[in-house]
Nanobody, 124 residues
Framework: HVQLVESGGGSVQAGGSLRLSCVAS????????MGWFRQAPGKEREGVAA????????HVADSVQGRFTISRDNAKNSLYLQMSSLEIEGTAMYYC??????????????????RGQGTQVTVS
């Protein structure tokens, strides 16, 4: 059973920073693409960032380019999203997601098979 547990959300003023974390099951972490997507009330899911199982390849959405950074720590089975210069439009539930993709590109985290319960980020 795949388990993903997010933390680090909260309330922050526009221009501020937050760091989201996600802890994954052991067997997920070593072979899965992982990423973040977000969903604001009344809006569609938006893929934010994704990273390969080794961490050597990653990408972020154009809307957060230069402000958000995705990373992972294999030793801690952890995924991170460092968010800076947060904008009011960044208010959303942020979800950690994972999918096993051995030969295919990691793509968009919105499409991954597994996700956590989410952590709320509110920017005012």
């Amino acid at each position: 059973h795949v388990q993903l547990v997010e933390s680090g959300g909260g309330s922050v003023q526009a221009g501020g920073s937050l760091r989201l974390s996600c802890v994954a099951s052991d067997y997920v972490y070593s072979s899965y693409c992982m990423g973040w997507f977000r969903q604001a009330p009344g809006k569609e899911r938006e893929g934010v960032a994704a990273i390969s199982n080794t961490g050597q390849a990653s990408h972020v959405a154009d809307s957060v380019q230069g402000r958000f950074t995705i990373s992972r720590d294999n030793a801690k089975n952890s995924l991170y999203l460092q968010m800076s210069s947060l904008e009011i439009e960044g208010t959303a539930m942020y979800y950690c997601a994972a999918e096993r993709r051995l030969l295919a590109p990691c793509g968009d985290a919105r499409d991954y098979k597994y996700r956590g319960q989410g952590t709320q980020v509110t920017v005012s």
